[in-house]
């Protein structure tokens, strides 16, 4: 009998399945039913039917997941999770629809942030954001892409990645780090911002390169951050040292940011709430994946959605993303996949397989958010029967049991 560390059996329904058809009764590219999934030296060495699975192997451990739900562990694609201090006390005046522009000349906004980051040591900064991936791991996050941006000078740019790099040893985690150009330095005129990109782009990218700091460079071309010309510097050396790529477009105004994508393989584009077609058909004539921030559309207070329905009818795969931020501290993906659905009106089935296989393949993470044999064994047997049960019943923290690498995490049943 070949011997495995985990096997889970009785899973209702598990998803997303991408390649051979597995199970009793598949339906569609994703879904099957009446699983059994096998663990060894951290991946998934079978996935099949359940019964079988069960007589075939000596397992270590057996998990019977009692007839319910099992899926990889979420993966959120879009996080600002380095920063220090908090922005609680403009919050009030956020919601009450005080505009961004006067809380930045009243002291608050990003600068806060970016004031409060710079001042903090290494220490508080490693500190602060291990518990922040404790809580996300906790709620069902196996993989986090991590932004860096509130540091806006080179050196503290580089920093804030040395220290993501700190905290990707210490936590089992698995961290995508990504150096963003998010805004200009405070008070800059447009010669200021002018030699910032190219301090950005001559600077810091040949360093991380060199020094192996990030696997994405991110720019947020919008109002009030940077245009596409200034985009087109950034990625143009981006390009240039094999850097992935991926970018803010469309938040809140489209500027013609979609355009870079008739230049350069960007892996996402994130955000769309005021694209139009000509946006969405920049994005399906490129590999990107749209990726959603609901969290983010609450938190802005915006008054446009992504065109969805245009999304779909161009075949762009979605991904979704907390956008956990010193704008806004939501952590959970559960809670981001049930926003998605509420807010965006994406189908039970589309947020799941956006929070793991598109948001994985957003992060270039090709063993991981799909239950394949050979893939890391990142898993969550949930607390519903179904699929279809997700944005019905919300609220909660509906894990039961989860996996990271092979290793159980939580164990409710
Ligand atoms: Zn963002």
């Not at 201090?85 to 809380?103: H, L, N, V």
């Not at 920093?159 to 961290?175: F, M």
């Not at 609450?298 to 956990?324: E, H, V, W």
């Amino acid at each position: 009998m070949p011997k495995a560390d985990l096997l889970i059996y009785n899973i209702s329904e598990g998803l997303p399945i991408v390649s051979k058809a597995v199970g009793s009764r598949e339906v569609g590219k994703t879904v099957a039913y009446g699983l059994g999934i096998v663990v060894r030296d951290r991946k998934i060495i079978e996935v099949g039917r359940s019964q079988a699975i069960k007589d075939k192997y000596d397992a270590k451990i057996k998990i019977n997941a009692g007839g319910r739900l099992l899926t990889p562990g979420l993966i959120d694609m879009h996080t600002h999770a380095i920063f220090f201090g908090s922005r609680d006390e403009e919050f009030a005046k956020k919601i009450s629809g005080i505009p961004y522009e006067k809380i930045l000349k009243e002291g608050g906004g990003i600068y806060k942030t970016v004031e409060a980051t710079n001042k903090a040591s290494d220490k508080d900064l490693l500190a602060s954001l291990l518990k922040r991936l404790n809580t996300m791991l906790g709620l069902g996050t196996t993989s986090v892409e991590i932004k860096s941006g509130y540091g806006i000078e080179p050196d503290k740019e580089i920093r804030l990645l040395k220290v993501i790099k700190e905290a990707s040893k210490a936590t089992v985690v698995t961290v995508v780090p990504t150096l963003l150009a998010h805004v200009p330095p405070k008070g800059s005129d447009s010669d200021d911002k002018l030699r910032y990109v190219n301090s950005f782009s001559s600077e810091i990218l040949p360093e991380v390169k060199k020094e192996n700091l990030a696997s994405f460079v991110d720019v947020f071309c919008d109002e009030g951050a940077f245009n596409p010309e200034e985009a087109n510097m950034i990625f143009s050396m981006a390009a240039s040292l094999g850097l992935g790529m991926r970018a803010h477009i469309d938040q809140l105004k489209n500027i013609g940011c979609s355009k870079l994508l008739q230049r350069f393989k960007l892996s996402s584009v994130d955000h769309l709430e005021v694209s139009d077609e000509s946006s969405i058909i920049n994005i399906a004539s490129s590999s990107a994946i749209a990726g959603l921030l609901p969290a983010s559309f609450l938190a802005t207070q915006s008054k446009s959605k992504p065109p969805i329905d245009m999304i779909r009818k161009y075949n762009i795969p979605m991904a979704i993303g907390t956008d956990f931020s010193a704008n806004s501290l939501m952590p959970s993906m559960q809670n981001a996949i049930d926003l998605a659905i509420y807010l965006y009106s994406l189908t039970p089935l589309e947020a799941l397989v956006a929070s793991t296989l598109n948001a994985a393949e957003s992060l270039k993470l090709s063993d991981r958010g799909r239950l394949l044999e050979g893939c890391y064994a990142d898993l969550i047997i949930w607390d519903l029967e179904r699929s279809s049960m997700f944005g019905y019943d919300w609220g909660r923290d509906r894990i039961l049991a989860l996996v990271k690498d092979g290793s159980i995490i939580v164990n409710r049943i």
